[in-house]
């Protein structure tokens, strides 16, 4: 597995050719190279860029010539797990030729990883489209644009094709779609709204969650916007706009500035951060747990630019009904409070 400098691209087919080869469209030439590969699929793939010859992406009628080094590259490391397609039930919001919204459920993780064999969103979407030839290439994650969290529930942007996937890719890229979140965490807010600014990097300790460092020290950039929708008095319910994507963004800024996500075991949000020491009250706050058995987070809508038409593609979701309830629950909290 081989890492390109320039691009930060996977190498995962390497051929140099033969001294002996006649002028030969690159298509032709790897259809005769890889097995279990369409013609389409490799046309596709130089289409978006991920041939490379020499170093140089290069379009499907190149003819290649001896000595040249054929390369094909793509965004994530080749294929370690085997995704097996597997007749889960998904909840599709939008499907058209070039991509499928998918309303993640909480507890399902996104894609195969070592622990998680089977059962995963790719799983699932391996079956639903198994005539697709992205889903049946060597791609680590097929078609995955952007990831949530096992327990994190909600949008998810899904590309059917290879060209599909770039334009999309890039888009989170260069921090053009809207992404917002919906979140209970613990604690009041002085202001209506903020902005949290630090680096995201691997937890020097704990390599499962993530931390905030200084500028410049470790780790990448990382921007959310938050603005309070509702107090209750010991928590509350915020929206969050991610400006940037990184792994664990909203659950380590929120954590960083004193404010952990509602039962998010891993950033200290499952215990009981703030309120009363009565009895009575740490029941209340427990069964809300019980209702809630995983971190308070749920990625409510998702605006793009649709990579093939253009026109402006917004979505959003309901919040599911176990982040519902705890919600209703410390509502009639705080309304009981006052009476």
Same mark, same amino acid.
């Given at each position: 597995?081989?890492?390109?400098?320039?691009?930060?691209?996977?190498?995962?087919?390497k051929y140099?050719?033969?001294?002996?080869?006649?002028?030969?469209?690159?298509?032709?030439?790897?259809?005769?190279?890889?097995?279990?590969?369409?013609?389409?699929?490799?046309q596709?793939?130089?289409?978006?860029?991920n041939?490379?010859?020499?170093?140089?992406?290069?379009?499907?009628n190149?003819?290649?010539?001896?000595?040249?080094?054929?390369s094909?590259?793509?965004?994530?490391?080749?294929?370690?797990?085997?995704?097996?397609p597997?007749?889960?039930?998904?909840?599709?919001?939008?499907?058209?030729d070039?991509?499928l919204?998918?309303?993640k459920q909480?507890?399902?993780?996104?894609h195969?990883?070592?622990?998680?064999? #089977? &059962?995963? /969103? *790719?799983? !699932?979407?391996?079956?639903?489209?198994?005539?697709?030839?992205?889903f049946?290439?060597? @791609?680590?994650?097929?078609?995955?644009?952007?990831?949530?969290?096992?327990?994190? #529930? &909600?949008? /998810? *942007?899904? !590309?059917?094709?290879?060209?599909?996937?770039?334009?999309?890719?890039?888009q989170?890229? @260069?921090?053009?779609?809207?992404?917002?979140?919906?979140?209970?965490?613990?604690?009041?807010?002085?202001?209506e709204?903020g902005?949290?600014?630090?680096?995201?990097?691997?937890?020097?300790?704990?390599?499962?969650?993530?931390?905030?460092?200084?500028?410049?020290?470790?780790?990448?950039?990382?921007v959310?916007h938050?603005?309070?929708?509702?107090?209750y008095?010991?928590?509350?319910?915020?929206?969050?706009?991610?400006?940037?994507g990184?792994?664990?963004?909203?659950?380590a800024?929120?954590?960083?500035?004193?404010?952990?996500?509602?039962?998010?075991e891993?950033?200290?949000?499952?215990?009981?951060?703030k309120g009363?020491?009565?009895?009575?009250?740490?029941?209340f706050?427990?069964?809300?747990?019980?209702?809630?058995?995983?971190?308070?987070?749920?990625?409510?809508?998702?605006?793009?630019?649709?990579?093939?038409?253009?026109?402006?593609?917004?979505?959003?979701?309901?919040?599911?009904?176990?982040?519902?309830?705890?919600?209703?629950?410390?509502?009639?909290?705080?309304?009981?409070?006052?009476l």
């Open positions: 597995m081989q890492e390109t400098e320039d691009n930060k691209l996977f190498e995962h087919f140099i050719v033969d001294p002996g080869q006649s002028p030969l469209r690159i298509d032709k030439y790897l259809f005769n190279k890889i097995e279990n590969i369409s013609r389409h699929r490799i596709e793939t130089a289409k978006s860029g041939i490379l010859v020499n170093e140089t992406a290069v379009k499907s190149y003819k290649v010539k001896p000595g040249d080094v054929v094909i590259v793509f965004e994530y490391p080749p294929r370690e797990i085997e995704i097996i597997e007749n889960i039930p998904i909840n599709i919001v939008y499907e058209d070039d991509l919204l998918v309303n909480p507890g399902m993780v996104v195969p990883s070592y622990g998680h064999y #089977s &059962g995963t /969103l *790719l799983n !699932a979407l391996a079956y639903h489209l198994r005539d697709n030839e992205l049946k290439s060597d @791609d680590n994650r097929p078609g995955l644009i952007h990831r949530i969290d096992k327990n994190t #529930s &909600g949008i /998810l *942007l899904i !590309a059917k094709t290879e060209e599909a996937k770039m334009k999309l890719s890039k989170f890229f @260069d921090r053009t779609t809207s992404r917002r979140y919906i979140a209970l965490v613990w604690g009041n807010f002085e202001e709204e902005t949290i600014t630090g680096h995201i990097g691997r937890n020097l300790k704990n390599r499962k969650i993530m931390d905030v460092f200084p500028e410049g020290e470790y780790g990448k950039h990382a959310t938050y603005k309070v929708i509702e107090r008095g010991y928590v509350s319910q915020i929206e969050c706009r991610l400006e940037t990184r792994t664990h963004q909203i659950r800024h929120m954590k960083h500035i004193g404010h952990p996500l509602f039962n998010d891993e950033y200290g949000g499952d215990r009981i951060l009363t020491t009565f009895t009575k009250y740490k029941q706050v427990q069964n809300c747990f019980n209702v809630l058995p995983r971190q308070a987070l749920h990625a409510k809508s998702l605006g793009f630019v649709h990579p093939t038409t253009g026109k402006d593609m917004f979505f959003d979701s309901d919040i599911p009904n176990d982040m519902a309830v705890a919600i209703e629950r410390w509502q009639n909290y705080v309304k009981n409070r006052e």
